[in-house]
C-alpha cells in the first residue's frame, strides 16, 4: 500500500539530512551519465547508504528492504518495507514515500514469493513512468540483491520492457568519495581497531590459543566504543602461516617460535577498519625478519606514492619496485601474470570496496579515498606463493587528502614494527 510521512519525523538518523540529499544528487548526476533512469536498491549497505535504515531486521533473509531512486529531481524515492512492526524502523529513514508489502501466509517461514512486494515495486515503477526505462540493481561482482532469486524473476517477468542493468557504474562514484562525517566514522574505526590488536599483542604467551588472544583483541575494540566485529582474522605459525582470511581457533597453540598474523578490525557505526600487522613469539631467524622488513618497504613506498590525482596502478607499481629492488622481481612478474594484480582496495560500508588498487586501474585518486593498502611478498619469492612457508604483509588504511594522504592506522597507536614477544 502507497503510505507517506511528513517531514521533521526522522527520530533516529544515522546520518543528518543534508548528508543524504548530497548522496541522492551524486547518484542522480551519474545516472544521468550513464544514461540510467532509476535504481533499485536492496543490499543492505546500499539501502543504509540512501535511506539511513539500518536497524532493521537484515539476518532474517525473508525480511525484504529496498529503495526506488529514480534519477529525475522531481520523482522522490521510495522506501519498501515489510508490514507490521517493521513500519516502526522507518523512523530511522529520511524518505517521506514509505511503502509496506503484507508478508505471505506463514510470515518468513513461508517459502512464497512475497508477491505483495513485488506489485508494490512494480506499480512504483509505473507511477515513475519507468516501465520502459533503464533499471540498475544490484548483479554485478561486487553487489548481490536483498531480494530473493524468486522476487527478481517476478519482477523483470511484470516489468518486460524494462532493461535491466548493474548498479556499479552509478554507486561506486558516490560511495567512493567519503563525507567528512563518514570519515569520522572510519577513523574512529581505525583508532579502536589498532589498540585492540595492540592489546591482543601485549597479551601474547607461549600456551595460549588463537581465539583467546582475538578475544582479547575483540574485548579492547569493544571497551572504546566498536559497534561490531565482522571480520578478525587471527593465525599463527608455522602450520597456519598461510592460512589467511581465517577464523581463529581455540586448537590453535602459540609457540615459541610462532609467527602470528592479524588482519581485519572493529566497525563503527557501519564503517570497518582493515588493517594487518605481524608478532613473533621469540625472535625470528634472519630470513624471516628480512622478508617482513621487505613487506614493510613496499608497504611504506606506496604510502609515500598515494595522492590525489596519481594513478592507483602507480600506487601498484611503487610497491612492487621496492621488491624488485631486492631481488624478486620474478615473484612481481608471477604475480601480474597469475591475476593477482592488487595490492589495495577502497573500504567503507563494506570492508572492500571499489576501486582497487590494481596495475589495471589508471584512474586517478581522489580526495575523500578512504583505501586500503597491503603489498606482501612470500618467504624467499616462492611462486605460486600459497607453496611457500610463510608469507608476509602489513596493511594501513590511508585517507586520500587534497594535498598527500594521511595514515589513519596511526603508527603511535600500533606501529609497523614486527612486534617480538
Not at 511484470?158 to 567519503?178: G, H, M, T
Not at 589498532?194 to 582479547?216: K, P
Amino acid at each position: 500500500m502507497k503510505g507517506s510521512r511528513q517531514t521533521g519525523q526522522v527520530q533516529y538518523p544515522d546520518f543528518p539530512l543534508d548528508e543524504y540529499h548530497r548522496r541522492v544528487e551524486r547518484a542522480r548526476g551519474e545516472m544521468e551519465l550513464q544514461q540510467v533512469d532509476a535504481v533499485l536498491l536492496s543490499q543492505q549497505e546500499n539501502v543504509r547508504y540512501f535511506a539511513g535504515l539500518f536497524e532493521v531486521g537484515w539476518v532474517v533473509k525473508a525480511y525484504f528492504f529496498c529503495v526506488l531512486l529514480p534519477r529525475r529531481d522531481e520523482q522522490p524515492p521510495v522506501l519498501f518495507v515489510p508490514e507490521g512492526d517493521h513500519t516502526y524502523h522507518v523512523r530511522q529513514s529520511w524518505i517521506e514515500d514509505v511503502r509496506t508489502w503484507r508478508f505471505p501466509t506463514g510470515f518468513y517461514t513461508s517459502d512464497a514469493v512475497g508477491q505483495d512486494l513485488v506489485n508494490q515495486v512494480v506499480a512504483s515503477v509505473r507511477e515513475s513512468g519507468l516501465e520502459r526505462g533503464k533499471l540498475a540493481v544490484e548483479v554485478g561482482a561486487h553487489f548481490r540483491p536483498g531480494l530473493s532469486y524468486e522476487v527478481m524473476k517476478a519482477l523483470q517477468a511484470a516489468l518486460p520492457d524494462v532493461q535491466w542493468v548493474d548498479c556499479a557504474s552509478v554507486l561506486w562514484p558516490v560511495r567512493c568519495i567519503k563525507s567528512a562525517l563518514e570519515i569520522d566514522r572510519l577513523r574512529k574505526a581505525c583508532e579502536m581497531s589498532c589498540h585492540g590488536v595492540r592489546a591482543g599483542f601485549e597479551a601474547l604467551e607461549v600456551g595460549r590459543s588463537e581465539r583467546d588472544i582475538a578475544n582479547v583483541m575483540a574485548k579492547a575494540m569493544f571497551d572504546r566504543g566498536a559497534s561490531e566485529i565482522r571480520f578478525l582474522s587471527l593465525y599463527a605459525g608455522p602450520e597456519r602461516a598461510m592460512w589467511a582470511d581465517s577464523i581463529p581457533r581455540q586448537e590453535q597453540m602459540l609457540r615459541q617460535g610462532s609467527s602470528l598474523q592479524f588482519d581485519g578490525g572493529a566497525v563503527y557505526e557501519g564503517y570497518f577498519c582493515d588493517f594487518k600487522r605481524m608478532a613473533w613469539m621469540g625472535e625470528p631467524d634472519d630470513a624471516s625478519r628480512r622478508f617482513y622488513h621487505l613487506a614493510r618497504e613496499s608497504l611504506e613506498a606506496a604510502i609515500r606514492t598515494a595522492g590525489p590525482g596519481v594513478p592507483a596502478a602507480e600506487v601498484y607499481h611503487a610497491s612492487q619496485d621496492a621488491l624488485r629492488e631486492a631481488g624478486y622481481g620474478g615473484f612481481c612478474d608471477w604475480c601480474l601474470e597469475a591475476g593477482w594484480s592488487s595490492i589495495g582496495h577502497n573500504v567503507g560500508l563494506d570492508i572492500h570496496e571499489m576501486p582497487g588498487i590494481s596495475a589495471e586501474n589508471h584512474d586517478p585518486l581522489q580526495p575523500g579515498m578512504v583505501i586500503a593498502l597491503e603489498p606482501f611478498i612470500s618467504h624467499s619469492g616462492v611462486t605460486p606463493f600459497w607453496n611457500a612457508q610463510a608469507k608476509y604483509g602489513l596493511e594501513d588504511m590511508v585517507l586520500v587528502t587534497q594535498d598527500g594522504c594521511e595514515v589513519l592506522t596511526k603508527p603511535e597507536w600500533i606501529g609497523r614494527e614486527l612486534w617480538v614477544a
